[in-house]
């Protein structure tokens, strides 16, 4: 057991069958929250890894890693040693290669009833297209999430991948795995937290489809109040180039906006008349590109106008507000997103860089009750590289 990590999932201890995207992500901020989280990561050569440095996939961090063969059944016999200490248990995979493995739901409560068995998938244990192949903008495509992203008169807009894979999918795995040890605790029994992302994502589109049930949002994406439909929530180029957002939404802020613009709230359309909104965007448009960005960001600053720069990957760690934040660290030389939430008495932290699959085999082993002769002979088994 890792005795330095600190976080208020300390003592939590987790199994995590490595794969790619979304479980990970989950993994990584259970980590930096304090849970021990062993990774055990399959021999070199699978597909669908970035082709980067194990130092600069950031989603491993704050975890050990070993690397086996599931094929190999001394591997999956030291695995199930492992889950039968472990709280919980991650896996990404599509539905049934855990069962194929040895390791599905059913053997694995078997072994420890108390079991939290974390499943992430994109369409889900069942259903029509529970075995077919598919990545978040496919996910996100069939609950009307992607229709609903992008300017009017243009394609969707792909939201890279955060609302199938990271939203949509790690988080409720996250709040399911978490809700599911909270119950355990009086139960006295684990289950299995089926997390599709397609569930997620539709889920995150609740507030849309209540407003759409109302009549309140029309089904054509960049019409509506939060879709850069609305002149005043949105994002406009600056005379150098650039870009600023504005989210001046309710009546006060939308006045102190057009303040910040030098423009007269008499001589445009009413805020909310959404037939005067192309005439009102035009002219937005044209002012903010009288000034640069930074020129309009100062203009901004100490308003309640809700106008702020839309900054770039490089430029975002070296805001004033996000530094004094600490939103990002660097760790290893690497500057990466801190861990969130805060908390005020157990801070998460990132407990360790990415590690390089396997480089932690035999600390890890030895500290889950594997004797030295025991390791040798996985080894010499070919269950762990």
């Known amino acids: 057991m890792n005795k330095q990590a600190q976080g208020p999932l ?199 489809y209540g407003f759409h049930a109302a009549g309140y949002w029309k089904d054509e994406r960049g019409t509506n109040r939060l879709d850069s439909g609305a002149p005043w929530y949105n994002v406009y180029e600056t005379q150098d180039g650039k870009h600023v957002s504005i989210a001046a939404n309710e009546g006060r802020f939308y006045r102190e906006a057009l303040g910040v613009l030098d423009l007269a709230e008499q001589d445009l359309p009413a805020q909310h008349d959404q037939a005067g909104w192309p005439l009102m965007k035009q002219r937005f448009a044209e002012v903010f590109k009288t000034r640069t960005r930074d020129e309009w960001t100062a203009l901004a600053a100490g308003t309640q106008s809700c106008i702020v720069p839309v900054l770039s990957l490089a430029e975002a760690p070296q805001h004033t507000h996000i530094q004094q934040r600490g939103s990002f660290q660097e760790v290893a030389g690497v500057l990466q997103p801190a861990p969130a939430p805060r908390f005020s008495r157990t801070p998460g932290a990132i407990q360790n860089p990415p590690p390089h699959p396997g480089q932690d085999a035999q600390a890890v082993l030895t500290d889950w009750g594997f004797s030295a002769d025991e390791q040798q002979r996985l080894r010499a088994a070919g269950a762990v590289l």
């Open 10 to 208: 300390k003592g939590v201890k987790i199994v995590e069958v490595g794969g790619i995207g979304p479980a990970p992500f989950c993994c990584m901020l259970l980590a930096d929250l304090g849970a021990e989280v062993v990774r055990i990561d399959r021999p070199a050569g699978h597909d669908g890894g970035a082709p980067i440095d194990a130092r600069f996939d950031l989603l491993n961090r704050s975890r050990r890693s070993v690397q086996m063969n599931l094929k190999q059944p001394e591997a999956v016999a030291a695995v199930m040693r492992m889950v039968e200490q472990a709280d919980v248990l991650v896996e990404g995979f599509r539905p049934g290669v855990m069962e194929r493995l040895g390791l599905g739901p059913e053997a694995c409560l078997n072994a420890n009833p108390r079991l939290v068995y974390g499943r992430m998938t994109g369409w889900g244990q069942d259903g029509p297209l529970a075995q077919a192949p598919g990545h978040d903008v496919n996910y996100i495509s069939l609950t009307g999430a992607l229709h609903a992203i992008g300017r009017a008169g243009e394609a969707p807009a792909i939201p890279l991948n955060l609302v199938g894979d990271f939203g949509g999918g790690s988080l409720y795995l996250a709040l399911g795995i978490l809700s599911a040890l909270l119950e355990v605790r009086t139960s006295g029994q684990g289950q299995v937290v089926d997390a599709a992302m397609v569930d997620g994502a539709a889920s995150l589109m609740t507030l849309v």
